[in-house]
């Protein structure tokens, strides 16, 4: 009989209170992202950047002159990453979808980034510290213990002075608003969680907020985004 004797041995526990498909962050869910990522007229298989990446830059809030690396966790098809590239950053996507990251490379032929097949709450991020980290649509498909994870993986990949954006579910609009006990015991967290602003300031509570609130609307971008009106982005900074 093993006995707990550490904190990855509880979250790998953990993980089996949620099957294959409830644990959207494990490697056994890989199909089910190559199959969404193909599948036509699914909302993520754009090639356009998040409205929000955008809408800093232009607000001078995320000053990309300054910023040499970039960290795009989930990249899917990589459609941040290669907006962050064209940028002039260097990048660096992982997702745990080989198929997807395959059409990645082909798509971003040409620019410096780089895809690399990484889970990131379960292996060690290649390259970094980043300057920058980003994140549209990973967290909030985290069962509640893997945020230990992640929040592990964060602090390792983000250097002192970086920056830290997310784009997630908002509570109430879209995803599970269920408490962290009720979704261990149900051992669902459906198609995620939604999250208010207050709790991801709270999250993040060891970096600096600089910006947070719904994700910007088309009309209020001057160039072609990903926006819907169900999500909730933050920007924060690490003291350095």
Known sequence: ???LTGVDALLDLLD????DREDA?????TEHWD?????????????????NLV?????GLL???????ALDVGCGLGRNSRWLAAQGVRTTGVDIAATTLGRARTLSAGLDVTFADVDVLREPVPGGPFDLVYDSGCFHHL????????????RSALRPGGWFGICTFAAGRMGSTADDADLLRSGRVGEG???TEAELVDVFSWLEPVAIGPIPPQADVAEPVFTHDFLTVALFRRPG
């Open 25 to 29: 962050t494990s490697r056994a869910a």
């Open 1 to 3: 009989m093993d006995r």
């Open 16 to 19: 089996t209170l949620f099957d």
């Open 63 to 69: 000053p990309l002159d300054t910023i040499a690396t």
């Open 143 to 154: 069962a509640p213990h893997r945020r230990i994870s992640y929040l592990r993986t964060l």
């Open 55 to 59: 809408a800093w830059r232009d607000a």
């Open 193 to 195: 969680v939604g999250y």
């Open 35 to 51: 199959t969404m990522y193909t599948r036509p007229g699914h909302p993520l298989a754009v090639d356009l950047p998040d409205a």
